[in-house]
């Protein structure tokens, strides 16, 4: 058994990008932890990053970084602005560290005729053991995991990290190899791990160097040439080509590593199509998106508000009514819509679609249940009334009717009623009537000036 040795809490800071409101520095905390390892009989260091805000009622997925002196910071910072705006879920990160590189991780290029391509070093046998029997289990009973694990390694440890792959009892559904160098006999075995059947998605992501070792480029070409040929849907592979050397290769792609290893976390990009072929519903495709989120990454799917008026977007784009209102039963039940003024967002959300039946009955549901201290919320009924459905005279009927509920927007309303009189030439009496009001009581307003408000006098004498 493992004995823990100590337990250390360091804290270090990154600096903020752009504006800061506070100008302070972010700060997370990581903790140290030493393990003596059965596998290389010495004493090892792992460093563990836990979000903000950790609750162990809660899964999280694992990010393991090889390299822990080069990779664990800079996966750490990422993951604490990826995170910070959703794009991907809050995950534990973790730092392994090497006592000799140089050992634990040369992979096998054959040099050695008696231990076959396929399989590990010595040094690195070790660390794959290290890594499987000690500090995962170390991990998944100290900490609250959601069974996703991420494996980052870069340069030799990239390689480690694509062998994994094709070797038995792999706990890593996400790998990250920045500039690889397989031998062709390794690129073939893993090519044949990922062709075959598989129950979970697996997500392998390579970037490449223009300007790193030529066989490190070179692998990634091969590796690209195999992963876009794979036809196993539960395969998500990329290679991507950076310009970029050896070193500045990480901080170039590491980024994009880590956004395509949850590219399936808050994805509606199949949403467009669906509402276009108008054969969808909105609870069983909220459903689905829950199901498939924790079938990839072991955690709760929550649909935040972004994504809510993202696909509120796409709805009112093709004019499907049904779904909006389905759009809407979600809102009310996650509270997406203000409170005092549910209806009037509702409303202005059919006059996008062009309801302006449905955009009306809001307006005035509004009126009667909600937040209306403001001429907004008269007025916009009333171009509805007036301009969208062509009925001058209820838009009169309506404005005199705001007067009495709203007693304060009586001069906005009164020239309302001035000006509808004098464009459709009706009710002339009343339109007088109500301009001669705002003559006499005129205030500055954006509505109107005095002068504008004679000249419609001039109108409706004539």
């Not at 100008?23 to 979000?51: A, C, G, H, W």
């Not at 005729?113 to 590990?120: G, K």
């Not at 697996?202 to 692998?219: N, W």
């Not at 004019?319 to 209102?325: A, I, Y």
Request: charged fraction near 30%.
């Amino acid at each position: 058994m493992n004995r823990i040795l100590a337990i250390i809490i360091f804290f270090i800071s990154i600096s903020t990008f752009g504006q800061s409101e506070t100008n302070d520095s972010l700060k997370y905390e990581y903790k140290v932890e030493k393990l003596n390892s059965d596998f290389f009989k010495d004493e090892r260091t792992v460093k563990i990053y836990l979000p903000p805000d950790y609750d162990k009622t809660q899964k999280y997925p694992v990010i393991y970084t090889l390299d822990g002196y080069e990779l664990f910071g800079i996966t750490t910072n990422y993951e604490n602005f990826l995170a910070k705006y959703s794009v991907i879920p809050n995950c534990i990160v973790i730092g392994v560290f090497h006592n000799d590189r140089n050992y634990e991780t040369t992979p096998n290029y054959g040099n050695n005729i008696n231990i076959p391509t396929n399989q590990l070093l010595e040094g690195s046998e070790k660390l794959k053991n290290h890594l499987y029997k000690e500090i995962i289990p170390l991990i998944n009973s100290k900490y609250s995991v959601s069974g996703f694990n991420i494996l980052i390694g870069h340069s030799n440890t990239a390689t480690l990290a694509s062998q994994i792959i094709s070797m038995p009892n792999n706990p890593f559904r996400g790998i990250i190899a920045i500039t690889p160098d397989l031998l062709k006999e390794q690129i073939e075995s893993l090519k044949n791990t990922l062709d075959k059947e598989r129950n979970q998605n697996i997500y392998y992501f390579v970037s490449s160097g223009t300007k790193d070792d030529k066989y490190r480029f070179e692998t990634g070409k091969k590796l690209d040439s195999i992963l876009k040929k794979n036809t196993n849907i539960k395969v998500k592979s990329k290679q991507e080509i950076y310009s970029a050397g050896h070193l500045d290769l990480v901080v170039k792609s590491l980024n994009d590593a880590l956004m395509f290893m949850f590219s399936d976390y808050r994805n509606y990009n199949d949403f467009r199509t669906k509402v276009i072929e108008n054969k969808l519903s909105i609870s069983d495709y909220i459903k689905a998106k829950s199901n498939s989120t924790n079938e990839n990454y072991g955690i709760n799917f929550n649909l935040d508000e972004d994504d809510f008026y993202y696909l509120l977007d796409l709805v009112i784009a093709q004019k499907n009514s049904n779904l909006l209102e389905q759009l809407f039963e979600v809102g009310e039940k996650n509270e997406f819509f203000a409170k005092e003024e549910s209806y009037s967002q509702k409303a202005q959300l059919y006059e996008e679609m062009e309801l302006y039946d449905e955009a009306l009955e809001n307006w005035k549901l509004q009126i009667e249940n909600g937040y209306t201290e403001n001429v907004f919320y008269y007025e916009r009924p009333f171009i509805v009334i007036y301009e969208k459905l062509n009925k001058p005279k209820e838009a009169i009927d309506f404005l005199e009717s705001s007067i009495k509920k709203y007693p304060k927007g009586k001069l906005i309303f009164s020239y309302d009623i001035a000006k509808v009189c004098a464009e459709r030439e009706i009710y002339k009496n009343k339109g007088l009537k109500n301009i001669e009001y705002c003559i006499k009581e005129f205030k500055e307003n954006r509505k109107f000036t005095l002068s504008e408000a004679e000249e419609l006098k001039t109108k409706l004498e004539h």
